[in-house]
């Protein structure tokens, strides 16, 4: 079944200050990572598509206005999660399936596939204290995941795990996002290269692009290369990305105003960059 | 999903929450049900009768009614002070219907207790309405300041303050008084409406 959130002119406003502007997007099957720095309204728009803040404009799911979404169709994993210390595993999604309204007689399957899920099953007696900052992020990915979600929000989902934990999780949405809309929040460029079919960029509360990696890659097309220590006074140098040693020396890799000749390969960051830099 | 789904899923709810609060949970029995009778009886070594009875009087009003909000702030501060809290206000509609349910729990749980004081010190059942209707003032306080400031610390302080406050003005009013006078409950039972009916607006509008 095909899903779609349509955000149509979503502003919102903090006292004075304008938290987002004007937002319009859609969302359809599939996942989408949601790029941007810190400040650029990522978790703001999630917490209005949740129903957490009121706005203004509209957020239409599968056709019908809503100012919340329903509880019951949607999953969330806040910035930070870490409820209930003195609750075991079991009892915390126990406590979440009785939230989401899912039937008794079908929890103790839903929990156990979630924690299979997110590799917990072992520590589903544990009590949520004693589990490391790591494995409380899965546990919250797992609550986001129970029941029939339609739309997952993720918001910095990463935040805490290892490489490896990492890997998995980008394993488990990508299972997952079948006949469902996975939105991630992140600021790491290669989570969502990684996992995500779309990007969208924001900065100051505006959206500044919406399509897939291919697309944000070729901002930067042409525009990337690599100088040397003494050539960084070039006027039409946009940004430095990073610096590394080459052959011994000092190289720098830049984004550039204008395409250059010989220019280096890009990539999904050097595209980010490009529209933060220019907007 | 059917009325009596909904209401097995509502009690493990709260006998999940019960179990969250870990030895917590047992502050207001040890307070109601040793600290306070064992305060009495050493009293009793030293007064008569009539004077034990308004010693019980004092002493009830200083703890029954405070006491009575103790798994209420509990419950309460996972949603308000809790890390990632905003994923149980997504999914969670209203947390009046457990805040009520353990009060009634603790109005339930101080009946042996107000039997035996019936019955031991001759202490009229009257009293005891009054001081629930007070724990339900305090109930629907601590339901408001908790929504209001997001806290559940900030909201206990105020309580506790006007509890030692109430504490000597209501022994003040009962020795004016009629013991049976429905005044000050009624009082109590308003404010405590109006104060939740403020808490479930401002739970609404985060």
Known sequence: ??????????????????????????????????????????????????????????????????????????????????????????EMMTYFCNLKKIPKADQYQVIEDALHMVNLISQK????????????????????????????????????????????????????????????????????????????????????????????????????????????????????????????????????KHPVEAAAKSNV????LCLLKEH | MSFEGALKNKMTRILIQWRGMKWLRYIPFLVNYFILPGTLYAF????????????FVQLSFLFIPIMSIWWIVLILHEYTEGKGSEVLWIYEKGKLTDVLIFLAMYILSLIPFMLCAMNVLMVDIALFGQMFAQSFFYAGTIYMLAFMFHSVTAAFIPVFAYNLYAYDRIYQLLEKANINSIQSSGYYLFIGIIFFGIGITYHKNL
């Not at chain 1, 650029?40 to 999630?46: H, N, P, Q, V, Y």
Request: overall charge positive; proline content about 3%.
């Open chain 1, 125 to 256: 007696k544990t009590k949520i204290s004693k589990l490391s900052g790591g494995m409380v992020r899965r546990l919250g990915i797992a609550q986001a995941f129970l029941g029939n979600t339609k739309v997952i929000l993720l918001d910095e989902p990463t935040a805490g795990l290892d490489p490896e934990e990492r890997i998995r999780f980008k394993n488990i949405i990508s299972n997952m996002s079948k006949d469902r809309i996975i939105i991630v929040s992140t600021h790491i460029v290669e989570d969502v290269e990684a996992c995500c079919d779309h990007i969208m960029v924001m900065n100051r509360g505006k959206k500044l692009f919406m399509g897939t990696n291919e697309k944000l890659i070729e901002y930067a097309d042409g525009r990337i290369t690599e100088l040397k220590a003494g050539d960084l006074t070039q006027e039409d140098i946009l940004f430095v990305e990073k610096s590394y040693l080459q052959d011994g020396e000092k190289t720098y890799r830049v984004i550039m």
């Open chain 2, 44 to 55: 009793s070594k030293f007064v008569d009768n009539y004077e034990l009875e308004n010693y």
């Open chain 1, 1 to 90: 079944m095909e899903n779609q959130i349509e955000i149509k002119n979503l502003s919102k406003r903090f006292r004075q200050k304008r938290v987002l502007e004007g937002i319009n997007c859609i969302f359809k099957n599939g996942i989408y990572g949601i790029l941007g720095p810190n400040g650029a309204g990522k978790t703001t728009m999630m917490r209005c598509i949740t129903g957490l803040y009121s706005f203004q404009g509209t957020i239409e799911m599968n056709g019908k206005k809503i100012k919340k979404t329903p509880q019951t169709e949607i999953g969330y994993l806040p910035q930070k999660f870490g409820l209930f210390p003195e609750l075991t595993v079991w």
């Open chain 1, 269 to 272: 960051e050097d595209g980010y």
